[in-house]
């Protein structure tokens, strides 16, 4: 118990540290941020008790596993910042369930200094009947123990209607409850105005654990302006390293169905590629092809 | 063993060794007069007289109101075994004619013996114990007659002796040997079979002798009458033993018959049968399409309508539409009346509210609408059997001209079902429906699915589900699912339709978003399935 108690001191030094504010400071601040440090262990408890899960992206959505967070996508998408900070850029593309007038096409920069992460990017989906264009934004602040970001996108039809513009703004957070153990939730409409966004998002909290190649992942995602469409959703799913390559597995309900991904890293450039398949709709495949420019490896 | 004999004379309500009454018939089809008879039947072997003895009948509607209807002079006599009948001079076999002018139950007849014997037959529900003997007998319906059966019963009361039966003046009652086919008990299933095509004829028939019928002793013969004599269409063997009143129930399966109507007749033979006339019954039917045929029902109006039938003119030639009936599956059959004139392959509808349907539809020829009254009730949801409900149309004379079992799945509120060019049935293409007009003829589509329009507002709007499949019949199910993949609405149900084919669409609680509208197929008839999505756009603000 005393030795549970004395690595993450350290470590929360450091986190302190990092923003350059005094290590008592910082310890206060993260506590005061995230709540009591009993938080995560609660999060990752619910998260648990309901299952996997991740809410669905819809402008920015790379192909990468949900858990840990890494690139600039899923800090626009989610509002879940990297633990380490770098400046890249990530071109996405995504063919929703195979059909052809439903294509995302998004260009999302990332950039991190010290301990404070930004994003933005802009999008185009679906073809000029039923798509829109968005431009999001998301900044925030991580460390190797925590991390929180606010996010917003804005949206405007492709046929521009007089009511067609949205915005939306959401959190994200995320934070070590235990060596290897990480909890994080995500509320990526937590405002909404104007038009409403294509998909409705709802509250995530996910858990993952990790080793040195292995990570693991599992999150519950609350259903929201769909009365009568039944429970929540839930997700989970496996990656494994080995250098430059990642493979990841994943698995969802309503309806029961699972994605494989994989990733490779050559120098400063990676490439990805994940299916994710549907009983029902069939595919959805998304490809993306990034450059790191500086910054942490 | 004097108490014993007194007993048995006391429930008997025939005097001892006196001809007993074995048949009254009061109620004939229509008018009464001269068709009415009493049979006496002597059941004792030697001959008795009838001498004295006075038929008199009793109206039950107060006590004491008998009247003398004949009497039985020196030379009337009844010999063993025999029946002597006193009627009407319509009735065949009459020994004394006379109008007997008996009243409906509940009434009664009596013999009164110039001993003082006395034996009376009450029949209905009576007040004063006086006209009848135990309980009356039922009331029997026009055209049958209350027949002692077995012919020397006398079990002490009417209501035991007695039974509803054919009318058989002169004739026993209860033959010794008699198979009988059950009046009206012919089915053909279906009742209106495709042209060439193999139907089943179900039928029942009851074994009214005394004795029994072994099995294989009895034959059933189907035959249709032909112009110049019949053509037979089954013989078959009734393959089980028949105790004294025992029914059978019997099915046999008959050729395709030629499109067309058609008389099938049934005869039963059995060697020995003592009552011939009670052994053939005959059914009309119609093979293939009649002369007029239902194309478009609608059965859920929802602009205050009524519900209406098209049908078209099928025979070649003018056709007269007065006496025509449409009925449901269990209703009873709603008239056309007057005088209407349909030319070939002209359309014409038949109305449960003509004026209201010709409020909604103004560019209607009023001239080919027809109100049908009373008009059947058509349901709107299908039962444990898939179905709605069944809208049948008769000839004047009973023979079916067309029938239609439709299902109510899938069928979008206030629009009509339509029979398709190539017969089959589905929601019209039109919202409103298409009366007295043919259904529209459908565009090839692009794709196998469509979708129109492809955006919408929230919480209104109206679209249009197109499919091309490429299988002749399938059932389709459209949903509507979220960009995350769930499925967040049914569309429309599992439903039967044409390959080709198109249906309405209320946008109704979908909230503002993205959706993917998704058709999941199966061919009817194997394990072919395939699915096809379209994207559209709910317009609408952020809540």
């Keep these: ?297 | 063993m004097q108490a014993l004999l007194s007993g048995l004379i006391l429930v008997a309500c025939a005097p001892p060794l006196r001809p007993i009454i074995a048949e009254i018939f009061y109620d004939a089809v229509g008018d009464d007069t001269g068709h009415e008879f009493v049979e006496l039947f002597n059941p004792h072997p030697v001959a008795l007289p009838l001498a004295g003895v006075r038929l008199e009948a009793g109206d039950g509607s107060g006590p004491g109101r008998w009247s003398l209807r004949w009497t039985g002079t020196a030379g009337d006599s009844v010999g063993p075994n025999r029946r002597f009948v006193i009627g009407g001079a319509q009735v065949p076999m009459v020994d004394a004619s006379v109008t007997l002018d008996l009243q409906n139950g509940p009434d009664a007849v009596r013999l009164v013996w110039p001993d003082g014997g006395v034996e009376r037959v009450g029949y209905g529900v009576h007040e004063f114990p006086e006209y009848a003997c135990g309980s009356p007998a039922v009331d029997a319906p026009s055209g049958q007659s209350l027949a002692r059966i077995p012919d020397a019963a006398d079990q002490g009361s009417n209501a035991v002796d007695f039974r509803v039966a054919t009318p058989s003046p002169g004739r026993a009652n209860q033959p010794m040997r008699d198979l009988a086919l059950i009046g009206g008990s012919l089915q053909l299933d279906p009742e209106q079979p495709a042209a060439d095509a193999r139907a089943r004829l179900r039928g029942a028939l009851v074994n009214r002798g005394a004795t029994a019928v072994e099995a294989g002793a009895a034959t059933l013969r189907g035959s249709e009458a032909r112009a110049g004599g019949s053509l037979e269409l089954f013989l078959a063997a009734i393959d089980r033993s028949l105790a004294s009143g025992d029914t059978a129930a019997f099915d046999v399966e008959i050729g395709g018959l030629a499109a067309g109507r058609h008389t099938i007749t049934v005869r039963l033979e059995l060697a020995g049968d003592e009552s011939p006339d009670n052994d053939s019954d005959s059914l009309w039917v119609r093979a293939g399409p009649g002369p007029l045929g239902i194309t478009e029902i609608q059965f859920h109006p929802s602009s205050g309508e009524g519900e209406w039938v098209e049908v078209r003119n099928q025979l070649g030639v003018p056709l007269e539409v007065a006496g025509f009936s449409i009925a449901d599956r269990h209703g009873t059959p709603g008239l056309v009346p007057g005088a209407g004139r349909l030319e070939p392959e002209s359309l014409a509808v038949l109305a449960q509210d003509r004026a209201a349907l010709l409020l909604r539809y103004p560019g209607l020829d009023t001239l080919r609408v027809w109100a049908a009254s009373p008009w059947p009730s058509l349901n709107n949801t299908n039962d444990s059997s898939g179905a709605a409900d069944l809208v049948v149309l008769r000839e004047a004379d009973g023979t079916s001209s067309d029938q239609v079992e439709y299902s109510a799945a899938g069928v979008p509120p206030g629009v009509p079902l339509e029979r398709g060019g190539d017969g089959s049935w589905s929601a019209s293409t039109e919202p409103a429906g298409s009366p007295l007009r043919p259904p529209r003829p459908l565009l090839p589509l692009a794709g196998p699915f469509e979708v129109e329009p492809r955006r919408f507002t929230a919480g209104s709007g109206r679209g249009r589900l197109a499919w091309a499949l490429p299988w002749a019949r399938a059932r389709i199910a459209i949903d509507a699912y979220d960009l995350s993949g769930r499925r967040v609405a049914p569309i429309w149900p599992e439903t039967s339709v044409a390959g080709r084919g198109e249906t309405t669409w209320q946008l109704a609680e979908l909230p503002a978003g993205l959706y993917l509208i998704v058709m999941r197929a199966r061919v009817e008839s194997g394990t072919e399935t395939l699915a096809h999505g379209r994207a559209i756009r709910v317009e609408g603000s952020a809540p």
């Design chain 1, 1 to 297: 118990m005393i030795s549970a108690l004395r690595r993450p001191r350290v470590r929360r030094r450091h986190a302190a540290t990092v923003l350059g504010l005094p290590p008592t400071v910082g310890l206060g601040v993260w506590r005061l941020a995230l709540g009591v440090s009993a938080l995560p262990w609660i999060g990752a408890t619910v998260a648990l008790a309901f299952g996997p899960g991740v809410a669905a992206a819809q402008d920015f959505s790379n192909p990468a596993p949900p858990w840990p967070p890494s690139g600039p996508g899923i800090l626009a998408e989610g509002g879940l910042p990297g633990r380490k900070e770098a400046i890249a850029f990530e071109f996405c593309n995504t063919r929703w369930f195979g059909l052809p007038d439903l294509t995302t096409r998004a260009l999302v920069l990332g950039a991190g200094w010290r301990a404070f992460r930004v994003a933005g990017g802009l999008s185009e989906t679906g073809d000029p009947e039923i798509g829109w264009k968005g431009l999001g934004a998301a900044a925030g602040i991580a460390d190797r123990f925590a991390g929180a970001a606010v996010r917003g996108v804005f949206r405007r039809d492709a046929r521009a209607f007089g009511r067609s513009d949205g915005y939306e703004v959401g959190l994200g957070a995320w934070m070590e409850a235990a060596e290897a153990l990480e909890v994080w939730t995500s509320a990526p409409q937590l405002w909404t105005q104007g038009a409403s966004p294509p998909l409705r998002r709802g509250l995530e909290l996910g858990v993952g654990l990790r080793s040195a190649q292995v990570k693991g992942w599992a999150s519950h995602t609350s259903l929201v302006g769909l009365p009568g469409a039944g429970h929540s959703e839930h997700a989970g799913g496996l990656s494994f390293d080995s250098g430059p390559l990642a493979v990841w597995l994943t698995a969802r309900d309503h309806p029961l169905r699972g994605g494989i991904g994989v990733s490779a890293e050559a120098r400063r450039a990676r490439v990805a590629a994940e299916i994710d398949g549907h009983p029902v709709l069939g595919e959805t495949v998304r490809l993306s092809f990034g450059v790191r420019l500086g910054g942490a490896p």
